[in-house]
């Protein structure tokens, strides 16, 4: 199992913003589709954004128009601009690694993100 390093996460009140970012291998990263799920607490763990090698981007529609995905290749590091905060929004984080054709994944360590007051 890889192991990405996901940063970013914190405290934030109501309304502000986060990027969180999670650098992967380059062996990974070029060949995989990446993205961001997360989980709260007593609750599923749940897509919030996808990114395709290509670049093409999918939002789960509780974050549409307030979260931003998008990849560096060069450094080998996806990126979520979160803004807009709720407190529903409070959850893990969890970066993730998918290549349809060999039905693998792989997954980061999570990063805690708690929108409150």
């Known amino acids: 199992q890889e192991q990405f390093v996901e940063s970013g996460g914190g405290l934030v009140q109501p309304g502000g913003s986060l990027r969180l970012s999670c650098a992967a291998s380059?062996?990974?990263?070029?060949?995989?589709?990446m993205g961001w799920y997360r989980q709260a607490p007593g609750k599923q763990r749940e897509l919030v954004a996808q990114i395709t090698v290509p670049g093409a981007t999918n939002y789960a529609d509780s974050v549409k128009g307030r979260f931003t995905i998008s990849r560096d290749n060069a450094k080998s590091t996806v990126y979520l601009e979160m803004n807009s905060l709720k407190l529903e929004d409070t959850a893990v984080y969890y970066c993730?690694?998918?290549?349809?054709?060999?039905?693998?994944?792989?997954w980061g360590q999570g990063t805690q993100v708690t929108v409150s007051s």
């Open positions: 993730n690694a998918y290549r349809a054709v060999l039905g693998r994944e792989y």
């Open positions: 380059r062996s990974i990263f070029n060949l995989y589709a």
